[in-house]
């Protein structure tokens, strides 16, 4: 692997991260937490791309391109090399080689994870996966977010790899985004202006793309704190047991007035069944207001199924995840409640 | 079994400690002045004509000192086997798979040569595409080398016996299929390779290899340079598994940029261009029909195989060959039929992995016998116990086995794994969810013959005992990939000559050291071994003919043993010995004072006698098989046998596989080193595991690989591999040294369908298709479930 | 333009002007010849290159040069102390969870960290541990019964 050149920037505070951002956004930049995502994608190809001659269009010549995007994509999409507004280069640049990266190791305000005083839970942007997995806290209270740590990557990619970094690159397999959709988790971007708070469920506009502002930055996501009664569950299925991206990921979270009922919210995330993790909200319409038992989870699921939008991919076919997101409904709605049930 | 002082001990490797410091130097390790960086072009089409290679902007880049394309390289073919020649250093007239080479650069820098790769213009003339193996050979599709008619690149009809009368005497007969993928071996070093050229025009390569003598062969013959201008140095390997063990391009065009520029040149593989360059295992598709009798005896096999080997044809004519010959054992088998087809396809080319051809025809073999067991209401274990051959018997396509522990290795799994407690157990349980299955392996132990044709030895030893005194060299061109074949050739020396392993130094996997085949077909303990014991004894003769004439004795009354000359008629009067070394020796601290002439002391003494003293071994197994076409291969001075039982529980709903436990006992003969002998066996276990459940190369329609990464090229992590049994068997191989065969790919042969048939018991479902993913597995039991009919065992 | 870092490696402190793209990985092999370390995938799937970072076990492939600037960074190199492998080399040599050795350097960082946060750790949890770190060639059991010796001892030295 061969990075290709680009000046590293190492702010000492958010703020002049910010402003970094700001002057260097026309020139390519990227924010660089830890790494295990977008290292990966910047590396200079092996193979280039062979793009072939094009009568008539002074622009596709024909012949090889070396590039870190996939050229075919890039040329199936010619608005996206027109010009446009500043967001359009910039959703371009995030494709091609940036000459800038922000690095926000030396950021503290971005890390840790902390109870807030209304029993909310706020994870820096630049948290490791590996801290939020080993935490008491988010195990207790977030389970799911937890499971998600648990099973992401591998431990190394998990000491390296931030909770920011796995939601920003909005893959719609990631298994922090996915937990974190289910958890109705809310985001924090910070630009010089203020900041705002988004539903993590708006975050995500395309595989890989956000409707993160080009001057913002993801600072931390804070997860409401849950009610009594409540329990929350993620399922990772994948080939093999460790260093897999997930075939389809399952977040339940579920909330009953009493032990034994009526269900007064849920929340059910898909991941890898759509171009973008998906909060299934039939979900909802099925189970609201309504005693868990056996059938209506079996019912919900079925409903769950059809909020999916899965592709066949070499990572597993629609039919497959389909089924799989229905079958993990099923499991991990029953898990969540009795956690709920636990939950006092 | 005689005892012996070091052999089948435990004694950590003799590279142990260099690995677990960091010292021990892998070819990407090594440093040279002046070094300049090598990168390649490589093919982004699957197939397509080369109109025009432009490199003048590429040659123009600053700090660029070479650029090297077919005009410079010539077009001289070459490949594995002499008859199929079908490669050249670069692509020329062609690309034929995505990853194709055209063009190498060397430069001061990584960067810069990765640079002016990018400047390199070819205009291509795309063509159709090739990559479904099983149409390769119909009429009318692209034809990709003007030498293979409809795409074949070689195929094989055997008949042995008559399966006429096997398919008369038959009470079940089934046909079944299998189908696996391209696998890749995913070592975890990538090639490398460093060349240079010295004033008198001597070539040396250090390259991550497994064969430094075939690879020097294949230098010296693409390149034109006379075959002792080349040398090739293997520096510690970071596991080849066979890929390793043909020759690269860059291997290849590295040499030729250390030519072109004068100065050393290195070339390092990302791991995407290990998959490009692949060599790896091939596609199979098999068809099996196989016959038994009423009391379960074997009668016939009629097999078909079609083996994908992508773009050239690299090892794929052994590998052809080994599909059909290798079904011959460890069972009576005494009618088999064989029509295999070795196809071509716009896919990297496909060549020698552990257990060479066999893997995938083992796997549809051992599940057919499961699923005749079942027709027959015969535990499985009892039908193969039923047909096992023993030793002194000879298959019918010729191969003869000289031992044989076939029937103690099955016996010891099914025990050890209370096969009978858990398969009675499980007959009842079938498809709930949990699974126990067993199967058998046969694998030789060393290839007959060369690959080239040729009464050449397949390996020399030389051992040299330190002029000084002390301690012994051994040089051997034996090519230790990770396999730990120089702790082998260390204990058999240490053991002939009663020396410590410490004082006993092996050089190896160096062309200028002897000729030796190299690591590949499980051959090196057998052979190499064998030559290094002569060597060794030849030594030992040396040194006793010495001392005795000195001490008046004949030498047959003499011996080496912990590190000292041992008498076997009485005391020996050493005086004058002793006197002469310790003036030589004046002012010396650490001198012998022992009531026994030691080591040192003779092995200096028999130099002051004689001069340096040289010991030689080699071997060459002596002509066999039979005289059939294609004949040579299968055969081998030995056969390894391996049993295993795979243990496994199923998530009904995901179809998710857990290997609980696997239990594997694998006939070596004699264990030399016994740790060696269990890691080879839990290696070819993993792999295996590997192969059955989630490794497969992924192509898109284009013919680019998916994924060439080993995120998403999947090998078992520690947390997917369950706790490893391995048993070991010893059968004594008489053609072995002190009785030893192979273990390196043997062990991987019962892996697969023992892990297949596990999945049907936990599933009550069977696969034609690997590897079997959670998501076959899934709609497969769907299926069932929509045709309860058509369930084997309703 | 190069940048300068400084940082301690096996002990020893080193001020490096590097550019901003380089990886501890080509810092480690290339400009301190600690080729110990090795490469396997060069994108985080591997684990060969794994080296300690302030205690943490980092595959060095991904991780730039300057984000480690003052670190403390622990390589293969330095688990030997006073020219004696540690327990956990000397388990890995006697067990034979070797074949290879590609993978060996950076399966030693990562259970350097494992046992120095957790000192008896049960099977699963070793596993657990290094299923980011490839190896061919053992099917894990004689890393995962070396490992176990090591685990298995109240001697708090790794």
């Known amino acids: 692997m061969i990075l290709p050149r680009f000046d590293v920037l190492v702010p000492e505070s958010l703020e002049e991260a910010l402003e970094m951002l700001g002057e260097h956004a026309d020139k390519g930049v990227r924010i660089l937490a830890g790494g295990t995502d977008l290292l990966v994608d910047l590396r200079r190809p092996i193979i280039p791309v062979h793009v072939p001659r094009c009568d008539g269009c002074a622009k596709h010549p024909g012949g090889m391109v070396y590039s870190t995007i996939d050229c075919e994509l890039w040329l199936s999409e010619p608005t996206a090399h027109a010009g446009g507004s500043l967001r359009n280069a910039l959703q371009d640049s995030r494709r091609i080689s940036p000459q800038y990266l922000i690095s926000l190791h030396l950021l503290r305000e971005l890390k840790g994870i902390k109870r807030l005083d209304n029993g909310s839970l706020y994870i820096g942007a630049t948290t490791t996966i590996r801290e939020i997995a080993h935490s008491e806290k988010v195990r207790r209270c977030w389970t799911a977010l937890a499971e998600g740590a648990d099973n992401l990557g591998s431990p190394l990619v998990r000491n390296r790899g931030t909770l920011g970094g796995n939601i920003a690159n909005a893959r719609p397999a990631a298994d922090m985004f996915v937990p974190t959709i289910g958890l109705n988790g809310i985001l924090k971007l910070q630009s010089l202006g203020g900041e705002r708070l988004l539903p993590a469920r708006d975050f995500a506009s395309g595989p890989g793309l956000t409707v993160i502002e080009p001057l913002e930055i993801l600072t931390a996501v804070i997860y409401p704190a849950p009610l009594s009664y409540s329990g929350s569950s993620y399922y990772k299925l994948a080939n093999r047991k460790a260093l897999e991206i997930s075939t389809v990921g399952v977040s339940v979270s579920l909330t009953l007035e009493a032990p034994d009922g009526p269900i007064t919210d849920v929340r059910v995330a898909l991941g890898a069944v759509g171009p973008t993790p998906i909060l299934a909200e039939s979900a909802k319409g099925i189970l609201l207001g309504e005693t868990p038992d056996e059938p209506l989870f079996k019912k919900a699921a079925q409903a769950i199924r059809k909020d999916a939008r899965p592709i066949d991919d070499h990572r597993g076919s629609a039919w497959y995840r389909s089924n799989m997101v229905q079958l993990l409904s099923e499991r991990l709605l029953k898990i969540a409640y009795i956690r709920a049930k636990r939950n006092k | 079994m005689k005892k012996y002082s070091?052999?089948?001990?435990?004694?950590?490797?003799?590279?142990?400690?260099?690995?677990?410091?960091?010292?021990?130097?892998?070819?990407?390790?090594?440093?040279?002045?002046?070094?300049?960086?090598?990168?390649?072009?490589?093919?982004?089409?699957?197939?397509?004509?080369?109109?025009?290679?432009?490199?003048?902007?590429?040659?123009?880049?600053?700090?660029?000192?070479?650029?090297?394309?077919?005009?410079?390289?010539?077009?001289?073919?070459?490949?594995?086997?002499?008859?199929?020649?079908?490669?050249?250093?670069?692509?020329?007239?062609?690309?034929?798979?995505?990853?194709?080479?055209?063009?190498?650069?060397?430069?001061?820098?990584?960067?810069?040569?990765?640079?002016?790769?990018?400047?390199?213009?070819?205009?291509?003339?795309?063509?159709?595409?090739?990559?479904?193996?099983?149409?390769?050979?119909?009429?009318?599709?692209?034809?990709?080398?003007?030498?293979?008619?409809?795409?074949?690149?070689?195929?094989?009809?055997?008949?042995?016996?008559?399966?006429?009368?096997?398919?008369?005497?038959?009470?079940?007969?089934?046909?079944?299929?299998?189908?696996?993928?391209?696998?890749?071996?995913?070592?975890?070093?990538?090639?490398?390779?460093?060349?240079?050229?010295?004033?008198?025009?001597?070539?040396?390569?250090?390259?991550?290899?497994?064969?430094?003598?075939?690879?020097?062969?294949?230098?010296?013959?693409?390149?034109?340079?006379?075959?002792?201008?080349?040398?090739?140095?293997?520096?510690?390997?970071?596991?080849?598994?066979?890929?390793?063990?043909?020759?690269?391009?860059?291997?290849?065009?590295?040499?030729?940029?250390?030519?072109?520029?004068?100065?050393?040149?290195?070339?390092?593989?990302?791991?995407?261009?290990?998959?490009?360059?692949?060599?790896?295992?091939?596609?199979?598709?098999?068809?099996?029909?196989?016959?038994?009798?009423?009391?379960?005896?074997?009668?016939?096999?009629?097999?078909?195989?079609?083996?994908?080997?992508?773009?050239?044809?690299?090892?794929?004519?052994?590998?052809?060959?080994?599909?059909?010959?290798?079904?011959?054992?460890?069972?009576?088998?005494?009618?088999?039929?064989?029509?295999?087809?070795?196809?071509?396809?716009?896919?990297?080319?496909?060549?020698?992995?552990?257990?060479?051809?066999?893997?995938?025809?083992?796997?549809?073999?051992?599940?057919?016998?499961?699923?005749?067991?079942?027709?027959?209401?015969?535990?499985?274990?009892?039908?193969?116990?039923?047909?096992?051959?023993?030793?002194?018997?000879?298959?019918?396509?010729?191969?003869?086995?000289?031992?044989?522990?076939?029937?103690?290795?099955?016996?010891?799994?099914?025990?050890?794994?209370?096969?009978?407690?858990?398969?009675?157990?499980?007959?009842?349980?079938?498809?709930?969810?949990?699974?126990?299955?067993?199967?058998?392996?046969?694998?030789?132990?060393?290839?007959?013959?060369?690959?080239?044709?040729?009464?050449?030895?397949?390996?020399?030893?030389?051992?040299?005992?330190?002029?000084?005194?002390?301690?012994?060299?051994?040089?051997?061109?034996?090519?230790?990939?990770?396999?730990?074949?120089?702790?082998?050739?260390?204990?058999?020396?240490?053991?002939?000559?009663?020396?410590?392993?410490?004082?006993?130094?092996?050089?190896?996997?160096?062309?200028?050291?002897?000729?030796?085949?190299?690591?590949?077909?499980?051959?090196?303990?057998?052979?190499?071994?064998?030559?290094?014991?002569?060597?060794?004894?030849?030594?030992?003769?040396?040194?006793?003919?010495?001392?005795?004439?000195?001490?008046?004795?004949?030498?047959?009354?003499?011996?080496?043993?912990?590190?000292?000359?041992?008498?076997?008629?009485?005391?020996?009067?050493?005086?004058?010995?002793?006197?002469?070394?310790?003036?030589?020796?004046?002012?010396?601290?650490?001198?012998?004072?022992?009531?026994?002439?030691?080591?040192?002391?003779?092995?200096?003494?028999?130099?002051?006698?004689?001069?340096?003293?040289?010991?030689?071994?080699?071997?060459?197994?002596?002509?066999?098989?039979?005289?059939?076409?294609?004949?040579?291969?299968?055969?081998?001075?030995?056969?390894?046998?391996?049993?295993?039982v795979a243990e496994v529980s199923v998530d009904l709903g995901t179809g998710e596989i857990t290997v609980e436990n696997i239990t594997g006992a694998h006939d070596c003969?004699?264990?030399?080193?016994?740790?060696?002998?269990?890691?080879?066996?839990?290696?070819?276990?993993?792999?295996?595991?590997?192969?059955?459940?989630?490794?497969?190369?992924?192509?898109?329609?284009?013919?680019?690989?998916?994924?060439?990464?080993?995120?998403?090229?999947?090998?078992?992590?520690?947390?997917?591999?369950?706790?490893?049994?391995?048993?070991?068997?010893?059968?004594?191989?008489?053609?072995?040294?002190?009785?030893?065969?192979?273990?390196?790919?043997?062990?991987?042969?019962?892996?697969?369908?023992?892990?297949?048939?596990?999945?049907?018991?936990?599933?009550?479902?069977?696969?034609?298709?690997?590897?079997?993913?959670?998501?076959?597995?899934?709609?497969a039991m769907e299926e069932a479930k929509k045709k309860p009919s058509l369930q084997e065992n309703p | 333009m190069k940048k300068l870092i400084s940082l301690n490696v096996n002990g020893i402190a080193h001020e490096l002007a590097v550019e901003p793209r380089r990886t501890l990985l080509e810092l480690l092999r290339e400009d301190l010849g600690l080729t110990g370390t090795k490469k396997g995938c060069g994108i985080g799937d591997c684990g060969a290159c794994t080296v300690l970072v302030d205690g943490v076990a980092t595959f060095s492939c991904l991780t730039l040069a300057i984000q480690v600037n003052g670190c403390s960074v622990e390589t293969v190199e330095g688990l030997t102390k006073d020219g004696k492998l540690s327990r956990l080399q000397q388990a890995f040599v006697d067990h034979g969870a070797i074949q290879c050795g590609y993978c060996t350097p950076g399966m030693l960082m990562t259970t350097t960290e494992l046992l120095r946060r957790n000192q008896h750790p049960k099977e699963q949890e070793i596993r657990k541990a290094i299923s980011g770190n490839l190896c061919r060639c053992t099917g894990y059991q004689k890393i995962v019964e070396a490992i176990q010796e090591v685990a298995r001892s109240e001697n708090e030295e790794i």
């Open chain 2, 669 to 779: 003969g004699f264990a030399i080193n016994r740790t060696q002998v269990e890691g080879q066996m839990q290696g070819s276990m993993m792999m295996g595991m590997g192969e059955a459940l989630m490794e497969q190369i992924i192509y898109d329609k284009k013919g680019r690989i998916v994924n060439a990464n080993l995120a998403e090229y999947k090998i078992p992590t520690a947390m997917d591999m369950p706790h490893l049994e391995a048993i070991i068997v010893e059968s004594n191989e008489p053609h072995g040294p002190y009785g030893a065969k192979e273990v390196g790919e043997g062990a991987i042969m019962p892996v697969i369908p023992s892990i297949l048939n596990a999945v049907y018991d936990a599933t009550g479902v069977r696969i034609e298709e690997l590897p079997l993913t959670p998501e076959r597995l899934v709609a």
């Open chain 2, 6 to 644: 070091i052999l089948n001990s435990r004694v950590p490797r003799v590279d142990a400690v260099d690995k677990v410091t960091g010292k021990a130097l892998y070819t990407d390790d090594i440093k040279m002045p002046g070094i300049l960086i090598g990168a390649i072009l490589h093919s982004p089409l699957a197939h397509a004509r080369i109109l025009n290679i432009d490199t003048s902007l590429a040659e123009r880049l600053p700090g660029v000192k070479a650029v090297v394309t077919h005009r410079e390289a010539g077009t001289t073919p070459y490949g594995v086997s002499p008859a199929r020649y079908d490669e050249t250093i670069f692509c020329h007239d062609k690309v034929r798979y995505v990853g194709d080479e055209i063009a190498a650069v060397a430069a001061i820098d990584l960067d810069t040569a990765l640079e002016a790769v990018s400047l390199i213009k070819v205009d291509f003339e795309e063509l159709p595409v090739v990559l479904d193996g099983r149409r390769a050979m119909e009429e009318g599709r692209p034809l990709l080398h003007d030498i293979y008619k409809n795409n074949i690149c070689a195929e094989v009809h055997w008949h042995f016996g008559d399966i006429e009368q096997g398919k008369k005497e038959s009470y079940i007969v089934r046909t079944d299929h299998l189908t696996s993928k391209m696998q890749d071996a995913a070592f975890l070093e990538p090639q490398s390779v460093i060349a240079e050229v010295d004033s008198h025009g001597n070539l040396t390569m250090w390259s991550s290899t497994q064969a430094p003598h075939y690879i020097q062969r294949t230098l010296a013959m693409a390149l034109n340079i006379p075959l002792h201008k080349v040398r090739v140095i293997k520096p510690a390997v970071g596991g080849g598994f066979g890929p390793k063990a043909s020759c690269s391009t860059a291997e290849l065009a590295t040499c030729l940029l250390a030519i072109k520029t004068g100065k050393p040149v290195k070339l390092t593989f990302d791991r995407e261009q290990v998959f490009l360059h692949s060599r790896a295992r091939h596609q199979f598709f098999h068809t099996m029909t196989t016959g038994v009798k009423k009391d379960g005896t074997l009668a016939f096999l009629d097999h078909q195989c079609i083996l994908d080997g992508g773009a050239y044809a690299s090892f794929g004519i052994a590998t052809i060959y080994y599909a059909g010959s290798l079904l011959g054992g460890p069972y009576r088998l005494k009618n088999m039929k064989y029509d295999g087809y070795r196809v071509v396809t716009n896919k990297p080319a496909c060549g020698a992995q552990r257990g060479h051809g066999a893997v995938i025809a083992r796997a549809l073999f051992e599940v057919q016998l499961d699923r005749i067991a079942e027709e027959l209401g015969t535990d499985p274990i009892e039908l193969r116990l039923k047909n096992v051959m023993e030793a002194g018997e000879t298959t019918c396509n010729e191969l003869f086995v000289s031992s044989f522990g076939m029937r103690e290795a099955l016996e010891a799994v099914r025990d050890s794994a209370a096969w009978k407690k858990k398969r009675s157990l499980s007959g009842k349980t079938r498809g709930q969810g949990r699974g126990i299955g067993a199967a058998c392996g046969f694998f030789v132990s060393g290839a007959g013959y060369p690959i080239y044709r040729s009464r050449t030895y397949h390996c020399t030893v030389v051992t040299k005992v330190d002029d000084v005194g002390g301690g012994v060299t051994v040089s051997s061109g034996a090519a230790d990939i990770g396999q730990g074949s120089d702790t082998v050739l260390a204990m058999i020396t240490a053991e002939e000559l009663g020396l410590p392993l410490d004082d006993v130094k092996v050089i190896s996997g160096d062309s200028n050291l002897s000729v030796d085949l190299g690591a590949y077909s499980s051959r090196t303990t057998l052979m190499t071994g064998a030559a290094c014991r002569d060597a060794a004894r030849d030594v030992k003769r040396q040194i006793l003919e010495a001392i005795a004439g000195v001490l008046c004795v004949p030498p047959e009354t003499l011996d080496l043993k912990d590190g000292k000359v041992e008498s076997l008629s009485g005391e020996l009067d050493f005086s004058k010995i002793r006197e002469e070394y310790l003036r030589e020796h004046k002012g010396f601290i650490d001198l012998p004072n022992e009531l026994c002439l030691t080591f040192r002391e003779a092995s200096r003494i028999a130099f002051l006698e004689r001069g340096s003293i040289v010991g030689v071994g080699m071997y060459r197994p002596p002509p066999l098989g039979g005289s059939f076409k294609g004949a040579t291969v299968g055969t081998s001075p030995a056969f390894g046998c391996s049993a295993q």
